[in-house]
């Protein structure tokens, strides 16, 4: 348990058996009376924003989130299919947590998957991803200095935007925090 007095931005705590995390913390102490931490909470399941204040004699449940490291398998049907990198026991994520992050995932891939009493909330990727441009216009040649941009298609249909040098057959390094164009692998 977390007293009142340990509470800040970022930290996750437990509401109502529900994993949350503050995003914003306000600490006043009024002329008479006890002190209030003014929080703003998010859910990690619902995605639910609320406001909550506590006085400095309440307490905060801990939150137990573990996180496990794990390897893509395959895709069954709608879903994605990980396999733990320990136990090799296979987790099944679908939209709801993949998201977009679903356009950079590769085979064997490892991702780190955070967990709240068994149950997955949320997945991280590497930073960086290789992929291969299978449809894209023709590059225009030493055009290299200008900003232009121009839609490619990826190998598993992903649409993005890349330089104009960039051809068909080009491998590309994705930034799969922002699902932009980082730049191109060079040729070994």
């Given at each position: 348990?977390?007293?009142?007095?340990?509470?800040?931005?970022?930290?996750?705590?437990?509401?109502?058996?529900?994993?949350?995390?503050?995003?914003?913390?306000?600490?006043?102490?009024?002329?008479?009376?006890?002190?209030?931490?003014?929080?703003?909470?998010?859910?990690?399941?619902?995605?639910?924003?609320?406001?909550?204040?506590?006085?400095?004699?309440?307490?905060?449940?801990?939150?137990?989130?573990?996180?496990?490291?794990?390897?893509?398998?395959?895709i069954d049907g709608a879903d994605y299919v990980f396999s733990n990198n320990e136990t090799?026991?296979?987790?099944?994520?679908?939209?709801?947590?993949l998201g977009n992050l679903k356009n950079f995932i590769v085979d064997d891939m490892r991702?780190?998957?955070?967990?709240?009493?068994?149950?997955?909330?949320?997945?991280?990727?590497?930073?960086?991803?290789?992929?291969?441009?299978?449809?894209?216009?023709?590059?225009?040649?030493?055009?290299?200095?200008?900003?232009?941009?121009?839609?490619?298609?990826l190998e598993n249909g992903y649409e993005i935007n890349v330089p104009i040098f960039i051809?068909?057959?080009?491998?590309?390094?994705?930034?799969?925090?922002?699902?932009?164009?980082?730049?191109?692998?060079?040729?070994?």
């Open positions: 348990m977390y007293s009142a007095s340990d509470l800040k931005k970022g930290l996750k705590i437990e509401i109502d058996g529900d994993p949350c995390v503050i995003t914003n913390f306000e600490f006043s102490k009024p002329g008479k009376g006890q002190a209030l931490y003014r929080c703003k909470i998010k859910n990690l399941i619902s995605g639910n924003q609320f406001d909550k204040t506590y006085r400095s004699v309440e307490k905060v449940k801990r939150c137990s989130l573990m996180s496990h490291d794990y390897t893509f398998s395959y090799y026991e296979e987790e099944r994520l679908g939209d709801e947590i991702v780190e998957i955070l967990f709240h009493n068994d149950r997955a909330l949320d997945i991280t990727l590497p930073n960086f991803v290789e992929m291969v441009v299978s449809e894209t216009e023709p590059g225009a040649r030493g055009d290299t200095a200008t900003n232009v941009m121009k839609p490619a298609k051809n068909e057959g080009d491998t590309i390094r994705i930034d799969t925090r922002t699902g932009t164009y980082a730049d191109r692998v060079a040729k070994g």
